[in-house]
């Protein structure tokens, strides 16, 4: 097997679902991850230390995020007809309430993007301070202070919720985010 296909095979999962957490849409976090192995494809020989790649690949992904967002914001899609979007959002809605996992991130993708890419590198992709700190290029201090607001923000959005919300999260997500990471 390829050089290529291997670190294809290590990353993609990973890389999606942070991709997912970015963007909070398949098709986009696909072609997200898509452009970066392209990157890759392209400049990966540039890199000396192959045991970063894995930390080039996610800041070269946050990278990708950042300027198709740019890139969006200067030019504006048609809006969806305001009845079809509403019925669209009510459907969703109810079903993700239903589904532990679904709601936590559903709250985690209604977040900031400051705080949505630090929060799921570092609970979802299990990366450390410093990696965060480097795939964002942001200071480690930066990273710490974000994480931390972010943890109030998502555990004040899963305890707001109406009653209707499953109780089960509420039991288990304050207590998983308290643990320390190094």
Same mark, same amino acid.
Request: charged share 30%; net charge negative; hydrophobic share 35%.
């Given at each position: 097997?390829?050089? !290529? ?7 993609? %999962? ?11 849409? &398949?098709?986009?976090a ?5 452009? $970066? ?6 400049? *990966?020989? %540039?890199?000396?230390?192959? &045991?970063?790649?894995? $930390?080039?690949?996610? $800041? $070269? +992904? ?15 899609? =048609? ?17 993700? #309430? @239903? ?9 985690? *993708?209604? +977040? =900031? =993007? ?7 590198? !570092?609970?979802?992709? @299990?990366? &450390?301070?410093? =990696?965060i700190?480097s ?16 943890k ?6 899963m305890?707001?919720?109406?009653? &209707? ?5 509420? @039991?288990?997500?304050? *207590?998983?985010?308290? @643990? #320390?990471?190094?």
């Amino acid at each position: 097997m390829s050089e !290529f296909a291997e670190l294809v095979d290590a990353h993609y %999962q990973a890389l999606y679902r942070f991709g997912i957490s970015l963007t909070r849409s &398949s098709d986009r976090a696909a072609d997200l991850v898509q452009e $970066t192995f392209c990157i890759w494809a392209e400049k *990966g020989d %540039q890199l000396r230390d192959r &045991s970063k790649a894995k $930390t080039w690949l996610f $800041t $070269t +992904l946050h990278r990708e995020f950042l300027n198709q967002r740019r890139r969006a914001e200067k030019f504006s899609d =048609e809006p969806l007809d305001e009845e079809l979007s509403a019925s669209i959002a009510t459907s969703d809605e109810e079903a993700d #309430r @239903q589904m532990d996992g679904h709601r936590a991130l559903e709250v985690l *993708g209604e +977040l =900031e =993007e400051t705080y949505r890419a630090p929060l799921a590198l !570092f609970y979802l992709q @299990q990366h &450390s301070y410093k =990696e965060i700190a480097s795939i964002l290029d942001i200071p480690i201090g930066t990273v710490m202070s974000r994480l931390s607001r972010g943890k109030e923000m998502l555990r004040k959005q899963m305890t707001a919720e109406p009653s &209707s919300a499953p109780k089960n999260i509420l @039991q288990l997500e304050p *207590g998983a985010l308290n @643990q #320390r990471h190094g």
